[in-house]
């Protein structure tokens, strides 16, 4: 016995395979159903918690909100207040009056002319008026008191609207070094020291305001009734400034977290969990969850941003989960949406620029005819939108097919109600007569039996009316909000800008979706609104609004006008140029840019779960000891059931071995019917299949070698211009060509691309390579006759099912001209250094080898162009642009010469090279890999540069 057979006689042999496999089941086995019961109990825990703290982290929401409310408010009174003052005081808005008197001096001998000058306002130089801002003042005021529940003094509320004043200018400075499209290093130094000083001076506004509110608060987070030693919530501010704070306003809500809160993990992880990116609210990723484990102690931290405006919070979220789904039915919608944008930023800019001629000129907008007629165009856009939205809503009997329903219900309800009524009716009739007769059994009987039925009666009544709020309420439909989402969201986006609320209503949203008269109402504001910006007669006053059932009422009843109109038609410009959905810049979509802009902080929620994890690892411990007597039993099983026959296995594991080795000339045993014999005459079947592929691997390397030989080896040289080219195939070797061929002071151009894949079209290649290089060779200058050379060719010596497209080009290398024909090719790309565009060149004909030159020569043309300093000539075939992705979304000319005009700075061959870079991160397959592309298809490109 030698080394080898004592070797494989020592290893493992079936009989420990299966037992070891029947382990590794029981483990796995286990390990699941542990893993199961696991988290099935913190699941059990976490809804538990969820469910304990929802009421309360709901009321603790709308606490921040009341706070943050309060707070902005202050600070855009005083930004009110600024702007007021900044507007008197510019002479340049206002009407100089030059008015002029004589004095005489003593006796009248002598006279004097004096000139005097004022400024009168204009309409350009009035802002809002300061009563409505005084108003709110004092209502924000009388919200604010001390330790004993009085209204603090004048004096101490100008300390905080100080505190206010001094951010609003801030923020003042800070917008107009934003809005500088270059800054120097001074000013960038300026702009980061005053964003630090905002934060600070945030961060003390806010402790000063939780300070005013923290007893009514803790009085008010106390009536919740939630578990203050297992749940804190901590609130926090865009700026990440905690102004809210369970742990300090409840006794013994921050004993058990204080072990976390020393941790440094907990303290480096709280600067994520405080950080919600752009992109995560886009894809609606509203939680961020952790736990710690300390000692015993088990905690789980979540955070959870919360938003200003439910209105538009709620609006933007549907619509962005709505395009996240990837088939959303509004996409049509979206897209014409987008392109009516472009028509209004275009009427915008003469809007703008006509509003800045008028100004100038002192003249009202609403007397000048070339501004009314521009909103006359305005309002026809915004009519076309609106029949857009009517034209391609993809659900519109949605509303009407819901109340149809409804109304139904609410008719058999009443039928039962009636017959209900009417045998209740019959009831007491029945029992009066029954006490007549002196059956007072019978009578108490029948009057139980009515009252039963009373309760029916009452039920039904109250489905009835349920059922008819609904009627006006929508919030139980999706699709029907969704809808109400695409259509209102720049409407409503309009009022909150320049609506300042006397406090914010949490429950706004739902109160417009589930009430008619709401719903109706906030409609006509919405265009109440817009009439008042397009017809600009007045620039500081909203009029009354008529409402029906009430006659004219303040537009803003809960709260005052917060813009002048000239400010609220930027804003109203802005929401009408701004697509709602833009893909792929997502984030230049007006649901994402209100989403972001709505966020007022973060709520960090910190459960201590020691008290349920102890009881739950207490039941999984109980779990483990039946597992692993279970465990036992199987295994004794298997090793019963392990002692059957392996010696044909044996002789498979040798042969196998063999071919391990290098040698294909084995046979396995194949006798017998069993799956032992049927594995046998499989790998021997394998085994032919190996040697077979083997020798097909060696002829197409021998292929691949050759082809590789036909391309060019280096490209060419020549002083001022810049040479790029790129070739991979699909199967190693392929159907695609490129050429350089120099010639007399000129180069050939080519680029091919032959139908189908691999050896085939090789050798097709292959053989008009050898053609066209003979023509050349020959003196054949004329792009055209050669193709027709080449078609000739073709279309006798080869099938019916081969065609090849094909470019060809000849520069010349004097002049710079490009004179070129193309035979169904790709149009080549031209990058203009001049106008820094991206143009494509025209092209066309038939594809070589698929009819005779008479009809051939039909299709073809003679083209030329030029290359002037720093212009980019580029050709490619099309497996570059036809690339696709996961989606089946292809990379597409459009992608192509957007990075081609991106990237013009980096030399010719690295530029070729990174678009196939970009295609093989675009579509996902490889490309720069050892042997053939994960494309469905070869590529090749070529690209020339002219630097002088």
Request: proline share 3%; aromatic share 10%; hydrophobic share 35%.
């Amino acid at each position: 016995m030698n080394l080898k057979k004592i070797l494989s006689f020592l290893k493992p042999g079936i009989r420990i395979k299966l037992i070891v496999f029947t382990l590794l089941l029981l483990i796995t086995f286990g390990l699941a159903n542990f893993a199961y019961f696991y988290y099935s109990q913190k699941e059990w825990i976490s809804d538990n918690f969820q469910k304990e703290i929802e009421a309360p982290l709901s009321y603790i929401n709308s606490l921040s909100l009341e706070m943050e409310n309060i707070a902005t408010t202050l600070i855009l009174v005083e930004d009110m207040k600024n702007r007021i003052k900044t507007k008197g005081n510019d002479k340049s808005l206002k009407r100089k009056v030059v008015s002029s008197s004589i004095s005489k001096s003593l006796f009248g001998l002598f006279s004097q002319k004096n000139s005097n000058v004022s400024y009168q306002n204009t309409y350009y130089s009035q802002y809002l008026p300061e009563k409505e801002i005084l108003a709110l003042t004092e209502r924000i005021q009388s919200q604010f008191r001390d330790e004993k529940g009085v209204i603090i003094s004048d004096q101490k509320f100008e300390g905080i609207l100080s505190i206010a004043g001094s951010i609003a200018k801030i923020q003042a400075r800070i917008e107009d070094l934003e809005s500088k499209i270059e800054k120097s290093p001074k000013e960038e130094k300026v702009l980061i020291r005053e964003k630090g000083l905002l934060s600070k001076e945030n961060k003390r506004f806010r402790e000063i305001i939780q300070n005013f509110f923290k007893n009514s608060n803790r009085d008010k987070v106390e009536e919740l009734g939630f578990n203050p030693r297992n749940v804190r919530i901590q609130s926090y501010d865009i700026e990440k400034n905690l102004f809210l704070d369970t742990g300090k306003l409840i006794q013994g809500s921050s004993f058990s977290s204080r072990r976390l809160f020393s941790q440094a993990n907990f303290e480096n992880d709280k600067k994520e969990f405080l950080n919600f990116e752009q992109n995560e609210l886009v894809h609606l990723s509203e939680t961020k969850t952790k736990s710690y484990e300390i000692g015993k102690n088990l905690y789980d931290v979540i955070s959870k941003p919360f938003f200003k405006s439910p209105s538009l919070t709620n609006r933007s979220t549907l619509i962005l989960a709505d395009m996240n789904t990837g088939d959303s039915n509004w996409m049509e919608l979206i897209r014409e949406d987008r392109t009516l944008t472009i028509e209004f930023e275009d009427l915008i800019d003469k809007l703008r620029d006509r509003r800045a001629t008028l100004a100038s000129e002192n003249i009202l907008p609403n007397k000048d005819k070339e501004y009314n007629q521009l909103y006359k165009e305005y309002n026809q856009l915004l009519k076309k939108r609106s029949d857009l939205f009517t034209k391609l809503h993809p659900y519109p009997d949605e509303n009407k097919n819901r109340r149809e329903t409804i109304n139904l219900s609410i008719d058999e309800l009443e039928k039962k109600a009636k017959n209900l009524e009417n045998k209740i009716s019959s009831l007491h009739s029945e029992s009066k007569l029954a006490n007549s007769k002196g059956d007072e059994s019978l009578a108490e009987k029948l009057e139980l039996q009515a009252e039963n039925l009373g309760s029916d009666l009452s039920n039904t009544t109250e489905e009835i009316e349920q059922l008819k709020n609904t009627i006006t309420s929508w919030n139980e439909y999706p699709k029907l909000k969704l809808a109400e989402s695409y259509q209102n969201l720049r409407d409503a986006s309009l009022k909150a800008y320049i609506h300042l609320p006397y406090k914010n209503d949490t429950l706004s949203y739902d109160k417009f979706l589930r009430d008619n008269s709401i719903f109706n109402s906030e409609h006509r504001r919405w265009k109440h609104i817009r009439d008042w910006i397009t017809d600009a007669s007045s620039e500081t006053s909203l009029p009354k609004i008529f409402i029906p059932g009430r006659g004219r009422v303040e537009t803003f009843e809960d709260g005052i006008l917060s813009r002048s109109r000239m400010e609220a038609e930027d804003y109203m410009w802005f929401l009408d140029s701004t697509p709602i959905y833009s893909y792929p810049d997502i984030e230049k979509s007006l649901a994402h840019i209100l989403l972001s802009k709505n966020l007022a902080g973060v709520n960090l929620i910190i459960i201590d779960r020691s008290d349920a994890v102890k009881k739950s690892k207490e039941s999984i411990n109980k779990l483990l000891q039946v597992s692993l007597g279970l465990a036992a039993i199987f295994m004794i099983i298997a090793i019963v059931s392990s002692n059957y026959a392996v010696k044909k296995l044996r002789k498979i594991t040798e042969s196998t071995e063999k071919i391990g080795e290098g040698d294909l000339n084995v046979e396995f045993p194949s006798s017998g019917w069993d799956e032992i014999g049927s594995l046998g005459r499989t790998l021997n079947s394998m085994v032919k299949g190996l040697r077979e592929r083997e020798e097909l691997r060696g002829e197409l390397e021998a292929a691949e070698e050759i082809q590789k030989r036909l391309l060019p080896d280096k490209l060419p040289i020549h002083p001022g211009l810049e040479f790029g080219a790129f070739y991979k195939a699909m199967h190693g070797v392929g159907g695609d060509y490129f050429d350089f061929i120099e010639m007399d002071g000129k180069i050939f151009l080519c680029v091919g691309d032959v139908s189908n894949h691999g050896v085939g079209p090789a050798l097709v290649m292959a053989l008009l390579r050898s053609q066209l290089h003979t023509l050349i060779r020959k003196g054949a200058k004329d792009p055209k006759k050669i193709l027709l050379e080449l078609n000739s060719f073709l279309y006798a010596d080869t099938p019916d099912t081969i065609f090849v497209t094909f470019f060809l080009g000849v520069y010349d290398l004097q002049n710079h001209e490009i004179i070129f024909a193309s035979a169904g090719h790709n149009k080549p790309i031209v990058y203009r250094k001049k106008d820094d565009t991206c143009k494509y060149l025209k092209a066309g004909g038939l594809p070589l080898g698929m009819d005779e030159n008479s009809f051939f020569e039909t299709t073809i043309e003679l083209r030329k162009t030029s290359l002037e300093p720093g212009d980019f000539f580029f050709q490619y075939t099309d497996g570059v642009n036809e690339a696709m992705n996961e989606s089946r979304e292809q990379y597409g000319n459009e992608r192509l010469a957007t990075f081609l005009k991106k990237n013009q700075s980096i030399p010719s061959n690295e530029l070729v090279e990174s678009i196939a870079r970009d295609v093989e991160t675009f579509s996902g397959k490889k490309i720069f890999i050892d042997g053939p592309s994960e494309l469905n298809d070869d590529i090749a490109m070529i690209g020339i540069k002219r630097i002088n």
